[in-house]
Each structure stands twice: as C-alpha cells, then as structure tokens.
C-alpha cells in the first residue's frame, strides 16, 4: 500500500511539474500605433511592438494590447485596460508607452490634460503594481521633423510629464523620446526616412499613391526602436534581462 502511495504521488508531481511551467512570465504592452501589431493590408507599417517579442526565450510571452489612435484617456475609457488587469499576475511587466493622442488638442475623444495624463499613468502603475507586476513607463517615441539639419523635440510638454511619473513613482523609465530622436539624427535627415512610413507612388500596393508618414514606422525602424527598448532593459539590469534569448555560437 505504502509502495503504491509513493507512486501516486509521484505521478501527481510530475502532472504538476508539466501543468505549471515555472517561471513564465507575461510581458503587456499598452500604447498607441507607434508600437501597435498592424494588420496586412497596412504593410509595412510596423508597430515596434511587432519585432519586440521575438528577443525573449521561450519563458516570455509578449501580449501586445496596444491599438492604433488611443491615449491613456481612450485606453481606459474603451475598457482596453481591465481586461489586462484581470490578466495580470505575479512577476508579469506592463509597458506603458503613451502621449502622441493624449496630447492632441484638437482630437477631444483623445486628449488628456497634462494632470489627467499623469493621473492615468499613475493608475497604470499604481494597479499594475497591486497584482504583484511590474510596470515600465516609456516617453513617446519621437515624430521625425528636422530644421537645417537638426532632429526636432516633438514631446517637449509630455514627455517630462512621464519622467515625473517615474520618479514619483519609482518606477523604471525608458526614455525612447531622448533616444529615438539621438537615432535620427545619428541616420541623418535624408536617410532617417528608411526607418518611417515614406513610399513613392507605386512602390507598394497597399499604398498605390504613396506615403509620407513622419511618425510611423517601416519594418526597419521599429526593429531599431524595439532594439533601443531591449537595450535599455539590459543596461537598467531589469529581471526581464535574463529572459532574453542567448546568442547561438557558430561551430
């Protein structure tokens, strides 16, 4: 009897060791279409969100929530933000990246006023952090806009506005505005274009008389804005660091 004990509480560990894989995490993203996953007939418009996931090992799930045209006022507003909350468990990262819609005055279903934007944010962190996750605030990619040369500041209310967050809140920050524009300008004026949504007519099919997008990404410049991110992670020695996906050495 004690034998076949012995042997049914084995079978009952292994049976959990499989349901349960230890140390699996899910990493949300929360934003607007900067980092947003993009359907095919918007090709090659790319969200940064897109590439991001594949840096991770197999103990990451990226669940990328964020949608095209919201603001941290829309997000919660559309009950985009409950369900990730619902979801949320201990050890999971929430990365909130918002700002280009929440600071758009003329789009009234958009705007937040620099005290509710921080006040959303807040919120974000502040329910993030009750279901034992860990939030990571994000200032607003820069739009590309240069004068004789020069990368332009296209976030100069609202991006300070998340730093004070951070601080406040004492919440890791990853500053892609302050990056993203030291990106461009290192590309240059001309060939900073490569990294956006910039299309001659007939040069793609979903775009026949073409584009030019100053603030959306190519394939291209959200794999860079998604490197900048990762590099980020690495150099603030986040947990998240661990779980990215080891180089394969050549034979």
Request: aromatic share 10%.
């Amino acid at each position: 009897m004690k034998k076949y004990s012995v042997g049914l509480f084995l079978l009952i560990s292994v049976f959990f060791s499989f349901d349960q894989v230890p140390g699996k995490i899910t990493v949300y993203m929360i934003g607007d279409s900067t980092l947003a996953n993009k359907e095919t007939k918007a090709f090659p418009e790319t969200g940064w969100g897109m590439p991001f996931q594949y840096f991770f090992d197999t103990t990451v799930v990226v669940d990328n929530r964020a949608k095209n045209g919201r603001s941290t006022r829309s997000f919660i507003s559309e009950n985009l933000w409950q369900p990730v909350v619902d979801k949320l468990k201990e050890g999971d990262y929430v990365f909130i990246q918002f700002g280009h819609n929440d600071e758009s005055k003329d789009k009234g279903d958009r705007y937040s006023s620099p005290e509710d934007y921080k006040k959303n944010l807040t919120r974000f962190i502040t329910e993030t952090r009750a279901k034992k996750a860990n939030p990571i605030l994000l200032t607003p990619v820069t739009r590309r806009k240069f004068v004789d040369g020069n990368i332009q500041e296209t976030h100069k209310e609202y991006s300070p506005l998340v730093k004070e967050v951070a601080i406040a809140q004492q919440v890791p920050l990853i500053d892609m505005d302050t990056k993203s524009r030291a990106l461009l300008q290192k590309f240059g004026e001309e060939p900073s274009k490569l990294l956006f949504l910039q299309l001659e007519p007939g040069e793609h099919p979903n775009y026949p008389e073409g584009k030019i997008d100053n603030t959306h990404f190519s394939e291209m410049g959200a794999r860079l804005m998604a490197q900048l991110v990762l590099s980020d992670i690495v150099n603030q020695k986040l947990e998240l660091a661990n779980r990215i996906v080891k180089p394969v050495k050549a034979k």
